[in-house]
């Protein structure tokens, strides 16, 4: 062949040797596929859950103060409170806010009745239920038959269901149930003028650190206070750790596809017989091993991109949503989400490269080693070996 040959002959004579071999075609796929879609759902879950829950964060109030005694968390008097956080300098608009855990029809579920806990971009649209009324989350309604929630906390309380809360805010009110202050007082056992705690917002973000000292010495009781910024790293460690985990766990089906790669781009007598022949009519190294590089990717570039589709899919696109979560989870996380797609075209540009440089390294190493001989050792290669 002359080395001055154009490369959309070699293309046609690479896809042709496919066909020719269908079954490693396959299998080479197949692995490439799985591997591809393994890696993806790992990383793509991570990724989407990290950045869903840090939109949703950017809402949340600076500093949460919580009332502590030897029993656990205890209610506040909201204006004590509110005085006390006013009194700090750099402490903002503090605001006492109603919320607890009640127990729902399968399980226990999240009160919430007052502005602060529930970001103000999730409660647009809806009409804010009154005495008797509540909103809920997806994983609630989905348990209910006639429209109807019975719950269970210091006293039994039945509410009828007016609105739900939307299926992208799934991460934050998958188990919610927003209800009228007055309900929600009488679930929880809050006194008129308790809260549950107070929410605090600050000049500076970075103030949080320093002024959390100065807030705690201003209330008569003790009291627990978290940053916003605990909330967001401790979300960004767990996702962190779970997509480790997953790519690691990768590892062996990396090195599998490697091995099985290797093992039939350039193995085999025949192979090594039909490439002897090849260099003695005129093909040059670099063609045979340009020629097994164009075949590695026509191979491999529609089993990635199947493989990241379905990956896509599983992780984006509910109910094939739940699978992910399902199976990243052990099966304990939310059965449906709607996460978000913000950063995850990088995610799969860097997805790709983790599964096709080494898919293509060990293409390229592998007939290098073997089509480097001289014709006459290729063609003494016994093709009935």
Same mark, same amino acid.
């Given at each position: 062949m002359k080395s001055g040959l154009k490369e959309y002959p070699l293309l046609v004579w690479a896809a042709r040797d496919i066909l020719r071999r269908p079954g490693r075609g396959l299998l080479v796929s197949a692995c490439l596929a799985s591997v591809s879609f393994l890696i993806a759902v790992a990383l793509l879950f991570s990724q989407a859950m990290e950045t869903t829950w840090n939109q949703l964060m950017?809402?949340?109030?600076?500093?949460?103060?919580?009332?502590? =005694?030897?029993?656990?968390?205890?209610?506040?008097?909201?204006?004590?409170?509110?005085?006390?956080? /006013?009194?700090?300098p750099g402490a903002?608009?503090?605001?006492?806010?109603? #919320?607890? $855990?009640?127990?729902?029809?399968?399980?226990? +579920?999240?009160?919430?009745?007052?502005?602060?806990?529930?970001?103000?971009?999730?409660?647009?649209?809806?009409?804010?239920? +009154?005495?008797? @009324?509540?909103?809920?989350?997806?994983? $609630?309604?989905e348990t209910l038959q006639d429209g109807r929630l019975i719950l269970v906390g210091q006293e039994r309380l039945q509410l009828t269901i007016v609105g739900t809360f939307p299926a992208q805010t799934c991460l934050a009110t998958h188990? &919610? $149930?927003?209800? /009228?202050? =007055?309900?929600a007082r009488r679930l929880l056992g809050l006194l008129p003028g308790e809260a549950s705690d107070l929410a605090v917002s600050l000049f500076h973000e970075e103030e949080e650190p320093a002024i959390q000292a100065d807030l705690a010495d201003a209330f008569p009781w003790p009291v627990h206070i978290t940053g916003r910024s605990d909330g967001v790293l401790r979300h960004h460690q767990r996702a962190v750790h779970r997509g480790g985990i997953s790519v690691v766990a990768c590892v062996p089906a990396i090195l599998a596809l490697v091995w099985i790669v290797a093992?039939?781009? /350039?193995?085999?007598?025949?192979?090594?017989?039909?490439?002897?022949?090849?260099?003695?009519?005129? #093909?040059?190294?670099?063609?045979?091993?340009? &020629?097994?590089?164009? @075949?590695?990717? &026509?191979?491999?570039?529609?089993?990635?991109?199947?493989?990241?589709?379905? /990956? %896509?899919?599983?992780?984006? %696109?509910?109910?094939?949503?739940?699978?992910?979560? #399902?199976?990243?989870?052990?099966?304990?996380?939310?059965?449906?989400? $709607?996460?978000?797609?913000?950063?995850?075209?990088?995610?799969?540009?860097?997805?790709?490269? &983790? +599964?096709?440089?080494? %898919?293509l390294a060990a293409v390229f190493l592998a007939t290098v080693k073997q089509v480097a001989n001289e014709p006459w050792h290729l063609l003494m290669a016994d093709p009935w070996n």
């Open positions: 950017v809402q949340a109030p600076d500093l949460i103060v919580r009332r502590i =005694n030897a029993g656990g968390w205890a209610p506040m008097p909201a204006e004590t409170a509110v005085a006390a956080a /006013a009194s700090v903002l608009t503090p605001t006492p806010r109603l #919320w607890g $855990v009640a127990t729902g029809p399968r399980g226990p +579920v999240t009160v919430v009745a007052s502005p602060g806990v529930i970001p103000e971009t999730i409660l647009q649209g809806l009409t804010p239920p +009154v005495s008797g @009324q509540a909103v809920v989350g997806r994983g $609630v309604v188990d &919610l $149930v927003w209800m /009228a202050p =007055n309900d093992g039939t781009a /350039a193995t085999g007598s025949s192979r090594q017989a039909h490439w002897g022949l090849l260099k003695s009519l005129g #093909w040059t190294t670099g063609d045979l091993v340009r &020629l097994q590089i164009f @075949q590695a990717a &026509l191979l491999g570039t529609p089993a990635l991109a199947a493989g990241l589709a379905s /990956a %896509y899919s599983v992780v984006f %696109y509910p109910p094939a949503a739940g699978i992910a979560a #399902w199976w990243l989870t052990g099966g304990q996380h939310l059965p449906a989400l $709607v996460l978000s797609r913000s950063g995850a075209l990088i995610a799969l540009l860097e997805i790709s490269a &983790l +599964v096709i440089i080494p %898919y």
